[in-house]
């Protein structure tokens, strides 16, 4: 018998099955790539394959997963046994359905050779993390796997206890995809008493995960690691919406040690991507494009938390905006280059 956390945390009720996979696909030349897509019920998921005219899903965990799980050893269990259901659920339709790595980052060793496994053997195409890592006395929404008596503790993954991890994220050239997640009770709060509606993707999101993608900057991950590969959605969680006034700012940080050695707008340029999902705003895909190039954005929907036909509307509306060329970058062309889909 599975224990208690692992038949009923993501409400999963197919029977565990180990799989090995390979990354295969049949490129038609049309259709949409989508990921950032939330695992669900996988009879739902082909049924929506056979609706909609995307070509392929990338699938993952939604957040906040594994890094909501304090317990590095209940975490580290999680994230094989989400990986082996999930391999093994796409394993007949791997030509469709793509899948995200989920990892427990509370050791960067055993999330590299996690990583690695997921890659190597399952055939996932990267990993999706959910952005810091939950560490102490608070469970989160997972309260009963909670250490007691263990103060809390976030970990974000731009100290250098991760260079492990992120030599492996380079050696094997796969992407990283960051999504926001929920914050503990003693972040969100005193934050968002005040205006409870500002929780979640409106406002507390953004901030949260941008603060520390930001931090992968600023202490220098992309400038030890430059092969790494990042991918923000949301727009890059507003990000790219401030790139001229975060690089000026930051220029009075050097003097203080600070050890980014270019500025952020590089780093969009040569190791961050950003998607659409959940953002269809069309003028602020224009205006990102003007800050860093449509060869550093792709399309993606936000499922299930955005429907699939909003989506659909979204890029209907781009073929008045977007050459046909463009397009088949932002929707297709992109993704096949950095998922590796055509290696």
Not at 60 to 77: E, H, K, L, N, Y
Not at 142 to 168: A, G, H, S
Not at 274 to 296: A, V
Not at 325 to 336: G, M, Y
């Amino acid at each position: 018998m599975l224990p208690i956390y692992k038949r009923n945390i993501f409400y999963l009720t197919l029977f565990f099955a180990p799989c090995i996979t390979a990354r295969k696909w049949r490129d038609s030349g049309s259709g949409s790539i989508i990921f950032e897509e939330a695992w669900t019920i996988p009879e739902l998921l082909f049924q929506i394959g056979s609706v909609f005219t995307f070509e392929r899903m990338v699938i993952s965990c939604a957040q906040p997963c594994t890094q909501g799980i304090a317990d590095p050893v209940a975490a580290a269990s999680m994230a094989v046994f989400t990986n082996n259901q999930l391999a093994s659920q796409i394993s007949n339709n791997t030509e469709r359905f793509g899948g995200f790595a989920t990892l427990s980052m509370h050791n960067a060793s055993e999330a590299a050779l996690e990583l690695q496994r997921t890659v190597k053997e399952l055939g996932f195409l990267g990993a999706m993390l959910n952005d810091y890592q939950q560490s102490g006395s608070d469970g989160g929404i997972y309260d009963f796997l909670r250490l007691k008596n263990q103060p809390d503790t976030l970990l974000y993954y731009d100290q250098p206890e991760y260079d492990v991890f992120w030599q492996m994220v380079s050696d094997l050239d796969v992407p990283i995809y960051f999504h926001p997640r929920g914050n503990i009770a003693e972040l969100q709060v005193p934050e968002y008493a005040h205006a409870p509606f500002l929780k979640g993707p409106a406002q507390e999101f953004a901030v949260t995960l941008s603060t520390h993608i930001l931090g992968l900057c600023t202490n220098g991950v992309f400038d030890r690691f430059p092969k790494v590969q990042v991918i923000v959605g949301h727009m890059g969680e507003r990000i790219p919406s401030d790139l001229s006034r975060i690089d000026f700012q930051l220029l009075r940080q050097v003097a203080l040690g600070m050890p980014m050695k270019a500025n952020v707008t590089s780093y969009f340029h040569t190791n961050i991507y950003e998607t659409t999902s959940g953002n269809f705003g069309i003028d602020l895909l224009k205006f990102h494009i003007g800050q860093i190039g449509l060869d550093r954005i792709m399309y993606s929907v936000d499922y299930p938390f955005v429907d699939i036909p909003d989506g659909t509307t979204y890029l209907n509306s781009l073929t008045k905006v977007l050459k046909k060329q463009d397009l088949q970058s932002l929707t297709r062309e992109l993704a096949i280059k950095v998922l590796h889909l055509n290696d």
